[in-house]
């Protein structure tokens, strides 16, 4: 009650009055301390700047991103529901905005429910993420992208061709016997990151993606199709304009009552970036090119996630492990990785938590295996 009357004080020229909308306000924040070991080759470009094989820091979003938004749903009648979100991110350990400085850059939105299903408009995770409200791969992982840069992060097996679009629209079925059916398209990319290209026009980055989820059970299955148009404009460092994206997506899970199993795999396709989960910038490894997310552009191959959760002494545990094979015909490298990594989470009440995790990485490309080792520790609390 007190963080509704909060949002209604705050927001009642968005959300009209008590009697016609509900508003909520809520959030999480997480702070925590993290340990990154590098072992391996090293980028040049980051030893100039004395950076160490293993460093200590103070981190945002160990295991769940720091964020708050405002969210709230008004009856028009009729069955019909019209209702927005509106969610930003943040570093709980600087105060600095995240998504490039957007006020709500997690998301944007406006959406209509009816008898026929629920469409939304504005900037909205990808279907292929596990980001916001539409990101079915949320299913395929005990812990998604989460959980530090490494621990149980399916993106570094993964290739993800936008975690977050603008100018969407998103449709989503109703319940069909435990079927849903999903529908994206993004007029534009992203706005940041796509400075030149027009709206709507081959100069732009366009998104489009469908998918499905199908639960019977304890039996859950999900499969997604994304395709990335890339804009005429785009060209990487070496001036080559890169190929049209596309990956296939399948996956399920499974609650056998004492744990719940996950299974995924994914195929890529002329991918620019694989295995997004970290970078040079955080851990000075050098995966072809400098960059560990393997982006040299034209990437194809495939990724397999294998993950588990289940309670232990009042809290539960999670463990992933996961591999990928990919490869670039314009760079001509190949590369392999094999991670796993695991957790555990323990509530101290309905809204205050802590965690800690582990996990380590391996990579195998030109003749070299650079790996990553970290471990997290911290506090979250939700309001």
């Not at 936008?162 to 100018?167: L, S």
């Not at 969407?168 to 529908?183: Q, T, W």
């Not at 399920?252 to 040079?280: H, R």
């Amino acid at each position: 009650m007190k963080k509704t009357l909060l949002a209604l004080a705050l927001f009642g020229a968005v959300a009209g009055t008590a009697s016609a909308a509900s508003v909520t306000l809520y959030g999480t924040v997480d702070v925590g301390f993290g340990m990154t070991s590098v072992a391996g080759d090293h980028n040049a470009r980051y030893e100039a700047a004395d950076m160490n094989d293993t460093t200590f820091t103070l981190d945002s979003g160990n295991n769940s991103a720091s964020k708050f938004g405002l969210k709230g749903v008004e009856e028009l009648g009729n069955g019909m529901v019209v209702g927005f979100q509106l969610e930003n991110g943040f570093s709980a350990d600087d105060g600095k905005l995240g998504n490039d400085g957007r006020l709500f850059g997690r998301e944007s939105r406006l959406f209509l429910q009816t008898d026929f299903g629920t469409f939304s408009f504005g900037r909205m995770g990808t279907l292929v993420s596990d980001n916001g409200t539409y990101g079915i791969l949320a299913d395929l992982s005990p812990m998604g992208s989460g959980w530090g840069s490494i621990i149980g992060n399916q993106n570094l097996v993964f290739a993800t061709n936008a975690g977050r679009v603008d100018n969407a629209i998103v449709y989503e079925s109703p319940d069909l016997y435990g079927a849903k059916v999903y529908a994206q398209y993004s007029f534009k990319n992203d706005n940041e990151l796509d400075t030149t290209g027009v709206e709507g026009k081959s100069s732009a980055d366009r998104y489009a993606a469908i998918g499905a989820t199908y639960k019977v059970g304890s039996l859950g299955f999900i499969g997604a199709f994304d395709y990335l148009d890339e804009g005429k404009y785009s060209a990487g460092t070496d001036g080559v304009r890169g190929k049209d994206q596309m990956t296939i997506t399948l996956g399920a899970n499974y609650d056998c009552g004492f744990a719940t199993t996950y299974l995924a795999a994914q195929y890529f396709k002329d991918a620019n970036w694989v295995g997004g989960g970290m970078s040079t910038e955080d851990f000075g490894v050098e995966l072809a090119n400098g960059v560990s997310g393997v982006s040299y552009g034209d990437i194809d191959g495939y990724g397999i996630v294998l993950g588990t959760k289940f309670p232990v002494m009042g809290g539960t545990a999670y463990g992933m492990a996961g591999y990928m094979d990919a490869d670039s015909d314009r760079a001509n490298k190949e590369v392999t990785r094999w991670t796993v990594g695991g957790g555990y989470e323990y509530a101290l009440s309905k809204r205050t938590a802590v965690y800690g995790g582990a996990a380590w990485f391996e990579d195998t490309v030109d003749n070299t295996n650079p790996s990553v080792a970290q471990v997290v520790a911290g506090v979250k609390h939700s309001f």
